[in-house]
């Protein structure tokens, strides 16, 4: 079955303590990004990748990082977690369609709700 | 930057009637795609229906259609007959040709029986 895997799905810290959210596809895509989605302000990006070590900044890569060393894995990382990262997370992949294909939709994992206090 | 603007909180309809979900976008491009995607309170993004800009024929998904307004930047989706299985927040989006994706703030939609 295609898809897009997020762990963990719940997830409480504290204030500095540095966490992961892994997230991986079997798909064979190309593309991977991450989100926040926050009340009123819908998805967000934090960053994307266009493909094995090819990464770039989103509209909200401040306080995150990410690394793409395998295909297959995107995993989001908090050095330093503060309560305005507290959000829902998603990690998202697609299909890099050659010229004159149709592009493919966007498969979205389960969601990560992290709560920082 | 390309922005997405789906201008109703909240909406609300009788099962088995109709509604129209709002959205309009900002954009210079000329290549781009358009999605709904839709989000139970399971909180799983689910595709209801996709748009490329280069078809001017509207694409429909069973009771699920949408009126692609290219000059006006306009994208509303319409559902038909309504079900109770169609409460959920529902999410535009628009994408690039380099993929770079943007969402609206969402739409929450109500289905009284």
């Known amino acids: 079955e295609a898809q897009v895997t997020q762990n963990p799905r719940y997830l409480i810290t504290v204030t500095g303590k540095k966490l992961t959210v892994t997230c991986s596809q079997n798909?064979?895509?190309?593309?991977m990004s991450w989100y926040r989605q926050d009340p009123g302000l819908g998805l967000r990006q934090i960053y994307y990748?266009?493909?094995?070590?090819?990464?770039d900044k989103g509209d909200v890569p401040e306080g995150y990082k990410v690394s793409r060393k395998e295909k297959r894995n995107f995993p989001l990382i908090l050095e330093s977690p503060s309560p305005n990262q507290t959000s829902l997370y998603f990690c998202?992949?697609?299909?890099?369609?050659?010229?004159?294909?149709?592009?493919?939709?966007?498969?979205f994992g389960q969601g990560t709700r992290l709560t920082v206090v | 930057a390309q922005t997405v603007t789906q201008s109703q909180p909240e909406m609300s309809v009788q099962e088995a009637e109709t509604v129209t979900l709002s959205c309009t976008y900002d954009t210079s491009e000329s290549d781009y795609y358009l999605f709904w995607y839709k989000q139970p309170p399971s909180r799983q993004m689910i595709l209801v229906i996709r748009q490329e800009a280069y078809k001017q024929q509207n694409a429909t998904e069973n009771r699920f259609s949408v009126n692609f307004q290219k000059a006006a930047k306009s994208f509303s989706l319409k559902i038909s007959d309504s079900q109770l299985g169609d409460a959920a927040m529902y999410f535009c989006?628009?994408?690039?040709?380099?993929?770079?994706?943007?969402f609206g703030a969402g739409t929450r939609l109500t289905v009284k029986p």
């Open positions: 998202a992949s697609t299909r890099i369609a050659s010229a004159g294909a149709s592009d493919t939709e966007a498969f």
């Open positions: 798909m064979n895509h190309e593309y």
């Open positions: 990748s266009m493909n094995v070590e090819v990464t």
């Open positions: 989006a628009y994408r690039s040709a380099w993929h770079d994706m943007r």
